[in-house]
């Protein structure tokens, strides 16, 4: 082979010959893996893959696939036909040795193809040698050659059995596979069909027909887009964050690299990788250059715009991995599958060049679709404050055994019942009103946990950060529930949890921190209805000797309206402090007359995003939302 690059004027000689088949009947599991339905299947996939090498060469455009009702398998192609010339070593055609030899065949004398398709590369002589009767037919040269078989032995020379116009060529190969071998003849068609559908997206432009004459199913696939299809199609149901598919395809040292990508505003990774259009389940030296340059690529770019600065750290491979549907796909001439199942691909030097290709071409598409490239970098951002902020979450846990301990915060003044579902515990702001709820209180049932409005201190109140609070922490054990991963309601001190704090901005905001707790840390208790928004009154009327409480503005002005004299004696309520025990048990923690909210995740994914403007970075957008909700505490649902 002085020059592969070169066209190559391909003749039987260039297959080389190495042994005969008795070998595959007596072990044939060596050879197709086993002798039941997968095996079976193997035989399909061996003889089709050598039409769609043919197609992968640029020579077939379609592929015939047909089981017949008898167990009999026809594939063809319209591709150059098996070469029929006579093998000058073998002394037979190229036909006959294709057939009879095992490991005969172009992929493996290095001249017809640069790529193949086969598994194992054990080809049509093994399907021969394991059917009962089969036959090949050639079209080339104006010219129908014909051989038939019986168990792997030709019945007689390749033949010629008609002719045809010069221009129609291809290869139609039929065989019953052998009874005496395979447990049974029973094709399934799902199971063919959907290899049928990988290799069409794996190999653009080529037509794949199937048809089933059992059942009288057909089904055809063909993908012009290749993998972006794949990847297009697989990423619709999962919320694509971004239109354009980035596809990358560029061949480097002769292999072929083409990678497709698309974000979507899941959590999960579909990472599917292909060599010579094998699945390899197991990865491989292409899977992990395509990581580390998807890696690099996106680091690179968003380290350009300024998405990252300086002192951020990179982003982790999981963080430009998260929601990311992608295939990566592979052709090469000398693939090596490792491992158990032969489901990974072992070649060393296919990982710098599918990085090299994988990076540069990634890069070129982040470059061309700046639209396309704020999205994922802004989703890989998310991820990866995610990914620090649960670590600092677990790091604080295990400082902090104390979250775990039995020890009862000091602060908490815990009611005598010890039956979570008859107890309730308050959680009061501020020591004032936290010292008039002790008083007021059942003692029996409801317990109080004051909270200081140091919790206000936390500017950006970032989750992490609310962890670090001793507050928080005293909330967590006062609970016993635990947080997080680790939260086990079997374990909850109070059934009803109930938050108790001022009717104005400050209150709106403690409280909204606090469902932010709860909601990312132990949304259990707000799904399970345990968690509670008390009501306190706005304001306090006198009418005569009666003491008139008025929870809302619109309630104060009816009220008004109808007693005018009241306006006179009207008390607005400017914390829970400014009441005694005696009022704040009577207006809001006497059960007998109180009204409380019990807050519902009523969309989770809508409460998340609240919660995340609310609690996000960004301090402007927090304060104009809390000040213009500040007033619609009643209609408060989470
Ligand atoms: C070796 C060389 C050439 C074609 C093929 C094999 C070939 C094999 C199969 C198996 C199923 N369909 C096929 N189609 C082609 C090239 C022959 C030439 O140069 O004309």
């Given at each position: 082979m002085v020059d592969s690059m070169a066209i190559h004027e391909y003749t039987a000689r260039d297959i080389q010959v190495l042994e005969g088949l008795e070998p595959v009947r007596r072990r044939p599991g060596m050879y197709i893996?086993?002798?039941d339905e997968r095996g079976l299947h193997h035989l399909v996939y061996e003889i089709v893959d050598n039409s769609i090498d043919e197609a992968m060469a640029g020579s077939a455009s379609r592929v015939d696939v047909t089981i017949f009702s008898d167990g009999r398998v026809q594939v063809s192609d319209?591709?150059?036909?098996i070469p029929v010339d006579?093998?000058?070593?073998?002394?037979?055609?190229g036909l006959e040795l294709v057939m009879t030899r095992?490991?005969?065949g172009g992929k493996f004398g290095g001249?017809?193809?640069?790529?193949?398709?086969?598994?194992?590369?054990?080809?049509?002589s093994v399907v021969n040698a394991l059917s009962d009767e089969m036959w090949v037919e050639v079209r080339r040269d104006g010219k129908v050659y014909r051989q038939e078989y019986r168990r792997g032995t030709p019945l007689g020379p390749v033949a010629v059995v008609g002719t045809v116009g010069p221009e129609i060529t291809g290869t139609a190969t039929q065989w019953l596979a052998d009874r005496s071998i395979f447990s049974a003849i029973e094709y399934d068609f799902e199971t063919l069909a959907e290899r049928f559908r990988e290799i069409a997206y794996l190999v653009k432009n080529v037509w794949i027909r199937f048809e089933d004459q059992r059942h009288d199913r057909e089904i055809s696939f063909y993908f012009e887009g290749g993998i972006v299809s794949f990847v297009r199609n697989a990423a619709r149901e999962r919320g694509p964050i971004h239109r354009t598919v980035a596809s990358i395809e560029r061949t480097i040292n002769d292999v072929q690299v083409e990678a497709a990508l698309q974000y979507t505003d899941g959590y999960s990774t579909l990472e599917l990788s292909f060599a010579n259009c094998i699945?390899?389940?197991?990865?491989g030296t292409h899977l992990t250059g395509f990581r580390s340059a998807l890696t690099r690529a996106l680091n690179d770019y968003a380290r350009k715009q300024k998405a990252?600065?300086?002192e951020d750290a990179n982003l982790t491979g999981e963080d430009v991995r998260e929601g990311m549907v992608a295939v990566i796909s592979v052709k090469l001439p000398e693939p090596q599958f490792e491992g158990q199942t032969k489901?990974?691909?072992?070649?060393?030097?296919v990982k710098g060049i599918v990085e090299t290709a994988v990076a540069d071409g990634l890069t070129q598409f982040l470059e061309e679709h700046p639209q396309e490239a704020r999205r994922i970098v802004e989703k890989c951002l998310t991820a990866a404050r995610a990914r620090e902020a649960a670590r600092r979450a677990r790091e604080l846990v295990i400082r902090k055994g104390a979250l775990e301990s039995?020890?009862?915060?000091?602060k908490l003044a815990d009611c005598?019942?010890?039956?979570p579902s008859n107890a309730e515990i308050y959680i009061v702001e501020g020591d004032s009103a936290g010292g008039s709820a002790k008083q007021g209180r059942d003692r029996r049932f409801q317990a109080i946990l004051p909270l200081r409005g140091?919790?206000?201190?936390?500017?950006?109140?970032r989750p992490e950060k609310m962890l670090a609070h001793e507050e928080i922490r005293a909330l967590i054990t006062a609970l016993?529930?635990?947080?997080?991963?680790?939260?086990?309601?079997?374990?909850?001190?109070?059934?009803r949890v109930i938050i108790m704090t001022d009717a104005d901005v400050d209150g709106a905001h403690i409280r909204t921190l606090l469902l932010t707790f709860f909601f990312r840390y132990m949304p259990q208790i707000i799904e399970n209805g345990h968690l509670h928004i008390a009501q306190p009154p706005l304001y306090r009327a006198q009418n005569g000797k009666e003491a008139v409480y008025l929870f809302s503005d619109k309630e104060k002005d009816t009220y008004l309206a109808g007693h005018k004299s009241a306006a006179a004696t009207l008390q607005r309520y400017k914390?829970?402090?400014?009441?005694?025990p005696d009022q704040l048990w009577t207006t809001t923690m006497d059960p007998q007359h109180r009204t409380m909210l019990c807050v519902t995740i009523a969309d989770a994914t809508a409460a998340d995003q609240l919660f995340t403007r609310l609690?996000?970075?960004?301090v402007e957008p927090r304060r104009k939302f809390i000040q213009s909700h500040a007033a619609q505490v009643r209609n408060l649902d989470v």
């Open positions: 893996g086993s002798t319209n591709g150059r036909g006579v093998h000058e070593q073998a002394g037979v055609s095992l490991h005969a001249g017809g193809y640069k790529v193949s398709g086969g598994l194992h590369g054990v080809g049509a699945n390899t389940g197991d990865g990252l600065k300086d489901a990974k691909l072992g070649n060393a030097e039995s020890t009862l915060p000091g005598t019942e010890r039956d140091k919790i206000l201190n936390v500017e950006k109140a016993g529930v635990g947080f997080g991963d680790s939260v086990d309601l079997a374990r909850l001190r109070y059934h914390g829970l402090g400014e009441m005694n609690m996000g970075d960004e």
